[in-house]
Every structure is written in C-alpha cells, then in structure tokens.
C-alpha cells in the first residue's frame, strides 16, 4: 500500500500478547482514523480487551471496570460533571 495511507505492515504484529488478533479492525487504527483522545482511546482499548478476555470472568469484570473508571475521568476532565461511584448523583 502506498500513498498517505496508514503502514498495516506496521500493524500486524503485536508485542506482549495476543489480545487484539481476531478482531477485524485493531483498536489503535480505530482510535487513529477517529481522532480519539487518550481517555477515549483507553475506553476503546479495553471494550477489545474486555472481548477477548480469554483470562476468564475475573480479567472481564477487571476490564469493565477500568472502562467504568476512565469514563468517570472523562466525565470530569471534559464535561466539569463530578461522579462518585459509591453514591447517587447529588
């Protein structure tokens, strides 16, 4: 492939693990193409992670969490809104 377009050579292998084979777009083109930030790039990061967690029930609720967190931050850093996740909304 050439032109401006992105080097997929690049982008088929994966260093320390196996986690993103499978899927039919890798999260990092996703997140590139969309202009995503780092918040929202880790929120797409782990719902593949989340999918392909082969660790078990453990490593998914573990990645469901840390989305849960990441969008908390986001919710603060972008939009000013504060979010307790042991309390209702005040």
């Known amino acids: 492939m050439s032109g401006s377009g992105p080097n997929f050579m690049a982008l088929e292998g994966q260093v320390g693990g196996n986690h ?42 573990e990645d469901l969490q840390k989305i849960i967190d990441y969008a908390i931050k986001l919710l603060a850093l972008q939009h000013g809104i504060k979010w307790r996740q042991d309390a209702e909304q005040e």
């Open 20 to 61: 993103y084979q499978g899927f039919a777009i890798e999260p990092a083109v996703v997140i590139h193409a969309n202009g995503f930030s780092w918040i929202e790039g880790n929120i797409i990061k782990y719902v593949y992670r989340h999918k392909a967690a082969a660790d078990g029930k453990e490593k998914q609720i």
